[in-house]
T-cell receptor, first 115, second 113 residues
Framework: KAGVTQTPRYLIKTRGQQVTLSCSPI?????VSWYQQTPGQGLQFLFE???????NKGNFPGRFSGRQFSNSRSEMNVSTLELGDSALYLC??????????????FGPGTRLTVL | GENVEQHPSTLSVQEGDSAVIKCTYS??????FPWYKQELGKGPQLIID?????GEKKDQRIAVTLNKTAKHFSLHITETQPEDSAVYFC????????????FGKGTKLSVKP
């Protein structure tokens, strides 16, 4: 079974631009979560989607948004990029079988550099 | 919200020695306690987890112990090998928030041959 895939793997943008990152979960998984990883703040939760609905949202500005499609694939968008948005963006998928705590499986991440 | 602390932040051991990393959390509702390993250039990968009704779990050289009363759990790696070198994260959570993990700051483990 293929793992979580993220595209692109590397991205360079300039301040003020916007960016869209893509995540394909493990086949059959219905939950997708996004995390930002930086050396200073560590791993921080951005948002979680389940069945095309946002279930949880972390403490990030409205410039960060996401969505999930009917095939469970997800995208996140960052508008008006700032230098501080440079980070590794990780996507994780979970089966969400209901009732029990599911393992989160992470993709390799997208390395975003904002110049 | 959950406050997670992980110690130590760096750990250097000789190959064959044991390594222990401790994670302290604040939310008494937490009932799921995973440990993730992140190697350079990769996303975090689950290596072991434990649920609140179990005190200890082992998987070959890796074990996790849980003390719910004191609100901490620990990762134990025995007979360390150079390939164990990585950053380790704890991420305690509770049912219903599985997709919203609060991670510790990480422990960089270096195993010297």
């Amino acid at each position: 079974k293929a793992g979580v895939t993220q595209t692109p793997r590397y991205l360079i943008k300039t301040r003020g631009q916007q960016v869209t990152l893509s995540c394909s979960p493990i086949s059959g998984h219905r939950s997708v979560s996004w995390y930002q990883q930086t050396p200073g703040q560590g791993l921080q939760f951005l948002f979680e989607y389940f069945s095309e609905t946002q279930r949880n949202k972390g403490n990030f500005p409205g410039r960060f948004s996401g969505r999930q499609f009917s095939n469970s694939r997800s995208e996140m968008n960052v508008s008006t990029l700032e230098l501080g948005d440079s980070a590794l963006y990780l996507c994780a998928s979970g089966a969400m079988t209901g009732g029990s705590t599911d393992t989160q499986y992470f993709g390799p991440g997208t390395r975003l550099t904002v110049l | 919200g959950e406050n997670v602390e992980q110690h130590p932040s760096t750990l250097s051991v000789q190959e064959g020695d044991s390594a222990v990393i401790k994670c302290t959390y604040s939310d008494s509702a937490s009932n799921y306690f995973p440990w993730y390993k992140q190697e350079l250039g990769k996303g975090p990968q689950l290596i072991i987890d434990i649920r609140s009704n179990v005190g200890e779990k082992k998987d070959q050289r890796i074990a996790v112990t849980l003390n719910k009363t004191a609100k901490h759990f620990s990762l134990h790696i025995t007979e360390t090998q150079p390939e164990d070198s990585a950053v380790y994260f704890c991420a305690p959570s509770y049912g219903g928030s599985q997709g919203n993990l609060i991670f510790g700051k990480g422990t960089k483990l270096s195993v010297k041959p």
